[in-house]
Each structure stands twice: as structure tokens, then as C-alpha cells.
């Protein structure tokens, strides 16, 4: 999502967007990779990306990462993709709970996969490249480039 400059500078790996992406059904298509259901999102992804990478801050107690991010990528899939409503897709602001789309979607369980051990990977394994514990890429089975 933001990070495809890094990761094409440093990694000399071709990714499906950057933060300079001017395409908005591109963009959408990304958000609607990372919002959508587990499962769902893997029927997408696997066609498109070998890894997916999300940023995580929350083992440091912060929230801003790529769950935090998440509604926006939601109102960006939505203004594409119909099936995608971005009013379904929050935190709660007291008790800090996801709803029910957000708990269910690619983004947050790949954040929280090291968090919580209820989180299934049945679709998507952390990567064997290693790297800091706030950066957690995925390998997608099937995929075809970095997502």
C-alpha cells in the first residue's frame, strides 16, 4: 500500500502500488485485497502477489499501522467495489474492538497473527525472510509479485 517505493528501492521488487499510484481501480483493487474476508482475499491475491506486507506498531503498545489505516483502504475498495461498506469497517472508539467486517478482513489478521493465537493461517504464512518485528510479509500461494 505505502510501502512499494521501499520495497522497490530496496528490495528491487516489483510491487502493484506505491504511494505514487494515480490508477484508482488499481487502488481499489489493492484495498479490496487487504479489507476483504481471509478467504475471499486469497482467491484475489493469489492471482496477483506472491507476498502481501503489513506494517504492525502494536507489539510496541501504538496503534498506528496498518490496521489503523484500514478504513481508509475500506472507503477506497467501496467507492469501486459495491460489496466492500466502508461503514462496517471500524474500530470501536471505547473498548478499541474491531467490527465485525475489520475482524474478519486480510489486514487485521495479518497483523494480529503473531498477536493472537486464535488468528488462522490456513491461507497465508508468515514469510521465512525474517526482518523486524513491526513488518510482517506473507507468502500467498500461487501469487505472482509483492502486494
Known amino acids: 500500500w505505502d510501502y512499494g517505493y521501499q520495497i522497490n528501492g530496496l528490495a528491487n521488487r516489483t510491487t502493484l502500488a506505491d504511494g505514487n499510484t494515480w490508477n484508482h481501480e488499481h487502488i481499489a483493487l489493492v484495498g479490496k485485497c487487504l479489507v476483504s474476508p481471509t478467504l475471499e482475499a486469497h482467491k484475489i491475491v493469489r492471482h496477483l502477489a506472491d507476498y502481501v506486507l503489513v506494517w504492525s506498531t502494536r507489539y510496541g503498545g501504538m496503534p498506528g499501522d496498518d490496521v489503523a489505516k484500514s478504513p481508509?483502504?475500506?472507503?477506497?475498495?467501496?467507492?469501486?467495489?459495491?460489496?466492500?461498506?466502508?461503514?462496517?469497517?471500524?474500530?470501536?472508539?471505547?473498548?478499541?474492538?474491531?467490527?465485525?467486517?475489520?475482524?474478519a478482513s486480510l489486514v487485521y489478521n495479518l497483523v494480529n497473527m503473531r498477536l493472537d493465537p486464535s488468528v488462522p493461517t490456513v491461507h497465508f504464512r508468515p514469510s521465512t525472510a525474517g526482518g523486524p518485528r513491526s513488518a510482517a510479509e506473507f507468502r500467498a500461494p500461487d501469487g505472482k509479485q509483492h502486494l
Open 72 to 103: 481508509h483502504m475500506a472507503r477506497i475498495a467501496g467507492s469501486v467495489y459495491r460489496d466492500v461498506w466502508a461503514g462496517d469497517f471500524y474500530l470501536d472508539q471505547r473498548t478499541g474492538r474491531p467490527s465485525k467486517m475489520m475482524r
